[in-house]
C-alpha cells in the first residue's frame, strides 16, 4: 500500500505510542491497514495545527487500546516507521505530531521519534 506525505507525516504522532504500550502477547493482529484507518483523520492537524477533530482523538484512542500485546506494538511502529520513511517532514510537522497525544489526553511515556527501534517495543 503506497502512502502519501500527508499520511507519513501523521504517523509521526504513533511512533512513540506504539513504544509506550506495555502489554504481553505473542502473534500482531494489527494490520497496516488499520493503523492507517485509525489516524487519517489526524492528517489535517498535523499539516495545519489548530484543535485535532474528534474522530483524529477517537482514533488515536482507538489504536492505543487496540494495540495489546508486543507483537502488536511492533507491528505499528514497524509500519509507521515504512510509512515516514524517506520522506520530508518540517519540525513543525514533527512537533504538532509529537503534540498530539497529549491534546487528545493520551498520556504516552516517550517522546514521538521517527527513530524508534521499534524490536524494543515490550
Do not use: H
Not at 34 to 59: D, E, F, I, R, W
Amino acid at each position: 500500500m503506497a502512502f502519501s506525505g500527508v499520511q507519513k507525516v501523521v504517523f509521526l504522532v504513533v511512533l512513540s505510542m506504539a513504544a509506550a504500550l506495555s502489554f504481553g502477547g505473542a502473534e500482531a493482529a494489527l494490520t497496516c491497514g488499520q493503523v492507517v484507518n485509525k489516524l487519517m483523520p489526524c492528517a489535517s492537524y498535523v499539516q495545519n495545527g489548530g484543535t485535532p477533530a474528534a474522530n483524529c482523538c477517537g482514533g488515536i484512542r482507538a489504536l492505543y487500546g487496540m494495540a495489546q500485546t508486543t507483537p502488536d506494538r511492533q507491528s505499528v511502529c514497524n509500519c509507521l516507521k515504512q510509512a515516514v520513511a524517506g520522506i520530508p517532514y518540517t519540525g513543525a510537522n514533527a512537533g504538532l505530531a509529537a503534540g498530539l497525544p497529549g491534546k487528545c489526553a493520551v498520556n504516552i511515556p516517550y517522546k514521538i521519534n521517527p527513530s524508534t527501534n521499534c524490536k524494543s517495543i515490550k
